[in-house]
Nanobody, 126 residues
Framework: QVQLVESGGGLVQAGGSLRLSCAASGRTFRAYAMGWFRQAPGKERESVAAITRSGGDTYYTDSVKGRFTISRNNAENTVSLQMNSLEPEDAAVYYC???????????????????WGQGTQVTVSS
């Protein structure tokens, strides 16, 4: 069992930065690939970024490449998402998720996630 708790959301002006953090409970954190997803009103939940169990490989959706950075600390059971140059289109509820994936996989679909956090709101003003 893994429990995930996100923090760090808030209101920021376009062009600004936010850092989201996700704290995981349980001793098996390093067994899971981790990902950040987002869901805006009226839209489907989409994958934003993901990172392998070791942290050695990452995935980003095209719209955030070069602006967002995902990282993890297996010693502290945390995964973070540094978001720079935020745009109004980035506004959404952001969720942290954990997935058991076969070796070589990085990104995963929402339906492949084993655990979810409760979400944190990111609002970007133009």
């Amino acid at each position: 069992q893994v429990q995930l708790v996100e923090s760090g959301g808030g209101l920021v002006q376009a062009g600004g930065s936010l850092r989201l953090s996700c704290a995981a409970s349980g001793r098996t954190f390093r067994a899971y690939a981790m990902g950040w997803f987002r869901q805006a009103p009226g839209k489907e939940r989409e994958s934003v970024a993901a990172i392998t169990r070791s942290g050695g490989d990452t995935y980003y959706t095209d719209s955030v490449k070069g602006r967002f950075t995902i990282s993890r600390n297996n010693a502290e059971n945390t995964v973070s998402l540094q978001m720079n140059s935020l745009e109004p289109e980035d506004a959404a509820v952001y969720y942290c998720a954990a997935a058991l994936l076969p070796p070589g996989r990085v990104g995963f679909l929402p339906q492949e996630a084993n655990y979810w956090g409760q979400g944190t709101q990111v609002t970007v003003s133009s």
